[in-house]
Every structure is written in structure tokens, then in C-alpha cells.
């Protein structure tokens, strides 16, 4: 079946240790996004990725960098400059070409920073 | 510039109840609007979407919401709430046409009152 797949699902890390949360999927979708989800307070656009080799920075880019050297990867790595990285992260895709919007999601990864 | 206003983070109805969970849009273009729904600790998964034509749009596990362009909203309606309903809901907005940035609001929790 066609989805996209988060891994892992909970990781716990020592303050000031750089972590990458893997995203892949095989819908053959070109745009990739990576949402960061804290109680009350939606979801927030970290950094997106319309084509392979090419991403922009969200509203939240700070302390987080990412890849796109696949079309069905785009890792996050959360960077000991992030001051507050315990989170849910939470990546999407959409179709290549004028769509709708419609995002599809992974299943999430748990950050907890010790 | 989007936004999006979600009244009431937390909202309890009994069970057989009537669900209805408020949202406003602000968008400069015509926007496409989306209800999504997470349970806890998983991805986001879309209910419905208006994008044009039928104000009126039915989604899935018998949900519907309505395009009211006079009122800037899309609020979500269920005729008679379902213990499995429990869940937190997402109104989000986009603009129409070419790869989408989309904007979330800070969600709806439901509760379902046997």
C-alpha cells in the first residue's frame, strides 16, 4: 500500500544531541512538508520541499535542517540550537501540479529531549 | 496572507447528539478549506475538503460542513455523535492552485458523553 512512513514512531535524547527523524514515501508525490505539533497550537510549517534538491523554509525553520536528495525522502534533523525540540512531528505530501491541497500525513514521530 | 480561527478548543456533546465545530477563514483568494481529524498519537486524516462548486460538501463517517464565502466559514457538522467521533479536529485553509502552503488552526477536541 502507498503512504508515507515516519520513523521512529517515540525517540528520547539527551539535551544538546542532534537527532534526524526519517520520512519516506512511495506515493510518487513531489512536495514534502515537515509539521511541527504542540498541544493547543495546531500545526506549524517547519520546512517544505517542492522538488528534489530544492526546500524553503516554513514559519519555524529555525533550529531545524533538512535533505531532498530522493524524491521519497526528506529527513529532519532537529539541531542542538532548537531550544524547546520535545514535540510531534508530524510529515506530509501532495501531489506534484496545481492540486488541491490535500495533505497526506505519516503516522508521526514523538521527540522527547531529557 | 490565510489564517484560520477554530472556536472552542474543547467541545463535549452526549452521545446521539448533534456535533458542530466552528471555523473561520481569513484569504485573500478564493481559499480551498479542509477538515482533518487525529486521533491520539497519529497522523492527520482528511474528513472533507471544499475547493469549488457545491457548498455543501459531505465527507466521511458522516460528517459535512458548508462554504459560507458571506460569513468566512466552513464549520463541521454531525447529525448524531458516535463515541468513535472522539478525536481532535483540524480546520485548515489554502490557497487555490499551484503547490499549497497550508494553514492549520489550533484544533477542536471533542469529547463524547455515553
Known amino acids: 500500500d502507498g503512504g508515507i512512513t515516519q520513523s521512529p514512531k517515540y525517540l528520547f535524547r539527551k539535551e544538546g544531541q542532534n537527532v534526524t527523524l526519517s520520512c519516506e514515501q512511495n506515493?510518487?508525490?513531489?512536495?514534502m512538508y515537515w509539521y511541527r505539533q504542540d498541544p493547543g497550537q495546531g500545526l506549524r510549517l517547519i520546512y517544505y520541499?517542492?522538488?528534489?534538491?530544492?526546500?524553503q523554509k516554513g514559519d519555524i525553520a529555525e533550529g531545524y535542517s533538512v535533505s531532498r536528495e530522493k524524491k521519497e525522502s526528506f529527513p529532519l534533523t532537529v539541531t542542538s540550537a532548537q531550544k524547546n525540540p520535545t514535540a510531534f512531528y508530524l510529515c506530509?505530501?501532495?501531489?506534484?501540479?496545481?492540486?488541491?491541497?490535500?495533505?497526506?500525513f505519516g503516522e508521526g514521530s514523538r521527540l522527547t529531549v531529557l | 496572507a490565510q489564517s484560520v480561527t477554530q472556536l472552542g478548543s474543547h467541545v463535549s456533546v452526549s452521545e446521539g447528539a448533534l456535533v458542530l465545530l466552528r471555523c473561520n477563514y481569513s484569504s485573500s483568494v478564493p481559499p480551498y478549506l479542509f477538515w482533518y481529524v487525529q486521533y491520539p498519537n497519529q497522523g492527520l486524516q482528511l474528513l472533507l475538503k471544499?475547493?469549488?462548486?457545491?457548498?455543501l460538501v459531505k465527507g466521511i463517517n458522516g460528517f459535512e460542513a458548508e462554504f459560507k464565502k458571506s460569513e468566512t466559514s466552513f464549520h463541521l457538522t454531525k447529525p448524531s455523535a458516535h463515541m468513535s467521533d472522539a478525536a481532535e479536529y483540524f480546520c485548515?485553509?489554502?490557497?487555490?492552485?499551484?503547490?499549497?502552503?497550508?494553514?492549520f488552526g489550533t484544533g477542536t477536541k471533542l469529547q463524547v458523553i455515553p
Open positions: 506530509a505530501s501532495i501531489p506534484g501540479g496545481p492540486g488541491t491541497g490535500e495533505l497526506f
Open positions: 471544499y475547493t469549488t462548486g457545491a457548498t
Open positions: 520541499s517542492q522538488i528534489v534538491n530544492d526546500f
Open positions: 506515493l510518487n508525490h513531489d512536495a
Open positions: 485548515a485553509v489554502a490557497r487555490s492552485g499551484g503547490y499549497q502552503k497550508v494553514t
